[in-house]
């Protein structure tokens, strides 16, 4: 399979690895970018050899989230997987559908993939980076690494995928949208917001030491226990705080709409670039 935006390869026996391929952007994500992963997951998924799916990213940055140049191509181009419809309707119906297809529905798709997945992280990982992320099962991150959500300054109330509370625990959560302060390795492993912490240059080997490590195991108990701690958070109710927190992510996009005639308020970009 031929692809722009990624790569894909096989670096150990039971480990597919899809490494994002855009470092000249910091691995922005267009819908090129997420077509691609969606489709490399799909091919790790039903692969009869492959036990462990890693994610990881070319260059110095992680990803710097989604590409804001591109905002609403033609969805003719890529092949959609869920039940979304009328992509091109105007106000908030085509953009809330292009939303909940490419973003919030692709992000829940690979979370629930039946086998574990394990994000390999270093640099930055801003905003929509976070929706690649916190999808995985397992996050190994470098020294340098770092999480944020500077969104709201867009008078948004923050990423698409709205799993903040459930990743950082409701403080952390609430100062990490309220200020947009990135969070630092040594933070991160604190709060049990990624598996380990290692020096970036052992970062690819650590990463692929853990996953022949539970490609060791057999299939079918590593997808009995991801979907038995995935139905934990379930009936917790994540998936209904994703759609509501989802909804809540609309209405701050029809609201910019009406007051600023763009989906964001154009002031937060100045807000971020001052914080950087
Ligand atoms: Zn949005």
Redesign the pocket.
Known sequence: MEYERIQYDVPADGVARITLARPEAANAQDYLMLSELNSAFDVAAGDDNIRVIILAAEGRHFSSGHDLASPNPDMGDFPTVGTQCHFDAPGAEGYMAR?AEM?LGLCWRWRNLAKPTIAQVQGKVIAGGLMLVWPMDLIVAADDATFSDPVVAFN?NG??YFAHPFEAGTRLAKEMLFTGRPIGADELLARGMVNRVVPREELEKATLDLASHIAMRPMFGLTLAKQSVNQAVDSMGMYSALQAAFSL??VG?SHNMEVHGR?IDPSGIDVIRSEA
């Open positions: 939303e973003y948004v990423i698409e992510h609309h996009h989906r």
